[in-house]
């Protein structure tokens, strides 16, 4: 079965500290995998894709990895700030025809704190 | 930032009055989602369509239904709203993939439409 499982489910942190976010999946065949950040109330944004070939990819202070052997991703937020404040959602696509499949995650709720 | 708009931000009714949730995007993008979220959960698809009279059901069963009369309108319409209707909905557009055939997978979505079924 087809999942994308997030970790942790939710997570607080000091205003200018670094943290991590977990992606874990088993869709087959992979094409591509998206974070995207959900600010309160709104619809989510894309920070960035990662596909098959790559490993590491960087927005900012926003950093995204992907192990395709693991079947995982993470990201990684540097010197955090209090509008990082957001649900992050991690979507994998598989290689499907037109347009690949998606499987969201049930994303994970950052909390930075002054 | 993304140019699709959804209306109404927030609406609040009472069970069995029929409402639409109205969806618009000046990006040209062919295909059109909405997705239902509830606080907590993944995002379930819901409807789509691939172009101007096109429209299938998603993965998640709704009785709502949807029309693409036009490229950039995409209404959710529910006849008979009841609480269990109760959630967030995004509409969201993807472009069509590249001359290529690449296709990267990026929705654009809205800001939401949260419904509250009294």
């Known amino acids: 079965k087809n999942q994308v499982e997030q970790s942790p489910q939710s997570l607080i942190i000091l205003e200018g500290k670094n943290c991590t976010l977990q992606?874990?999946?088993?869709?087959?065949?992979?094409?591509?995998l998206r974070w995207y950040k959900q600010d309160t109330g709104r619809g989510p944004v894309s920070l960035t894709i990662?596909?098959?070939?790559?490993n590491t990819k960087s927005n900012g202070r926003y950093t995204a990895t992907l192990d395709a052997d693991t079947k995982q991703s993470s990201l990684h937020i540097t010197a955090s700030q209090l509008s990082d404040s957001a649900s992050y959602i991690c979507?994998?696509?598989?290689?499907?025809?037109?347009?690949?499949?998606?499987?969201f995650g049930r994303g994970t709720q950052l909390t930075v704190w002054p | 930032e993304a140019d699709i708009y959804q209306t109404p931000r927030y609406l609040v009714i009472g069970t069995g009055k029929k409402i639409t949730l109205e969806c618009s995007q000046t990006?040209?993008?062919?295909?059109m989602y909405w997705y239902q979220q509830d606080p907590g959960m993944e995002l379930h698809l819901i409807h789509y369509?691939?172009?101007?009279?096109?429209?299938e059901k998603g993965d998640l069963s709704s009785e709502s239904t949807v029309s693409r009369i036009r490229t950039e309108h995409f209404p959710l319409t529910l006849e008979s709203a009841r609480p269990s209707h109760t959630s967030q909905y995004l509409c969201?557009?993807?472009?069509?993939?590249?001359?290529?055939?690449?296709?990267?997978?990026?929705?654009?979505f809205g800001e939401g439409s949260r419904l509250t079924v009294l």
């Open positions: 969201a557009s993807s472009p069509r993939p590249d001359r290529l055939g690449g296709y990267t997978g990026e929705l654009f």
């Open positions: 992606c874990n999946y088993t869709v087959s065949p992979f094409s591509n």
């Open positions: 990662m596909t098959f070939s790559e």
């Open positions: 979507v994998v696509s598989d290689r499907g025809s037109t347009l690949g499949r998606l499987y």
């Open positions: 990006m040209g993008h062919d295909k």
């Open positions: 369509s691939y172009g101007v009279n096109s429209t």
